[in-house]
């Protein structure tokens, strides 16, 4: 097991949580492996925990508190960590410490893949009431975390995007032609394997919307799955083994890589997407 990831605990309520659990087990002398083995949970879990990679899974909290003797202050806790609107903070932070990132999207191209310009047009249209100032900052986000692409250690990319992704016009046909150059040139990197579910695939599998698998070297895989007002962690067994089948599903439906990229430079070239 690698030393403990370093973590500032009042970054927010999942990472108070963790610190929380790391000190009082340290209190005791214990190891995580102790700690797991006295809570009757798998080490990667307790291990995820402690590091707020993920939430604390029900049941969790309880086992806790009564293991050090606290009255319900852990579970009280868990309920605030649960609670509180951080997913897109939380998405963030595993994107930059996955060693593999898989990603299924069938109705817009992935931020991590989007330009300045597609990524603007795309917050305006979701958001039309937002200020310019709120924009420019949502933009400097998504823009950031495309900085994995530079490393000297990227994780795996695997992309599944539906063909209505390639083909929906976003902005003007220079806009839209920028972000397919984009895609193309990112699809070709080693680490990035990406795959278009054509239309005639017929498949339905995914249909539900979009979703993100991360996973680690030392943890247990975690997903989120996007809704119309934020995100939804997924980090228990069973539906991780389900949505993990629904992606495998998904690429093998797909087009290979290299037919793939082939469909997204066919698509620069129709009329369809002149609409200046």
Do not use: C
Request: charged share 25%.
């Amino acid at each position: 097991m690698p030393p403990p990831r370093k973590l500032d605990a009042f970054s927010s309520l999942g990472a108070f949580f963790g610190a929380e659990v790391r000190r009082l087990r340290e209190r005791n002398g214990w190891t995580l492996d102790e700690l797991a083995h006295k809570l009757g949970w798998a080490l990667s879990t307790v291990a995820s925990v402690e590091t707020a990679r993920r939430n604390p899974p029900d049941g969790f909290p309880e086992r806790a508190d009564t293991l050090f003797a606290l009255p319900d202050m852990l579970t009280r806790l868990a309920e605030l960590v649960r609670s509180a609107p951080r997913w897109f903070e939380h998405y963030v932070e595993l994107e930059s410490q996955s060693n593999k990132i898989s990603i299924w999207a069938n109705s817009l191209i992935p931020g991590l893949f989007q330009t300045e310009d597609y990524a603007q047009a795309v917050i305006r249209a979701n958001r039309p009431m937002i200020s310019d100032e709120d924009i420019g900052a949502g933009v400097t986000t998504r823009l950031d975390r495309q900085a994995l692409f530079d490393r000297t250690d990227p994780p795996l990319l695997w992309v599944v995007l539906h063909e209505t992704v390639v083909k929906q016009p976003v902005g003007n046909a220079e806009m839209t032609l920028a972000q397919l150059r984009r895609l193309v040139d990112l699809a070709r990197l080693p680490f990035v394997n990406l795959q278009v579910l054509p239309f005639t695939a017929a498949q339905l599998t995914g249909a539900t919307g979009p979703f993100t698998i991360f996973d680690f070297v030392d943890q247990s895989p975690v997903a989120f799955a996007e809704g119309r007002r934020g995100g939804r962690l997924i980090d228990q067994k069973e539906e991780i083994t389900e949505i993990t089948l629904t992606y495998d599903r998904l690429r093998a439906a797909a087009l290979s890589p290299e037919e793939s990229i082939g469909m997204i430079v066919g698509a620069m070239g129709q009329t369809w997407i002149d609409r200046a």
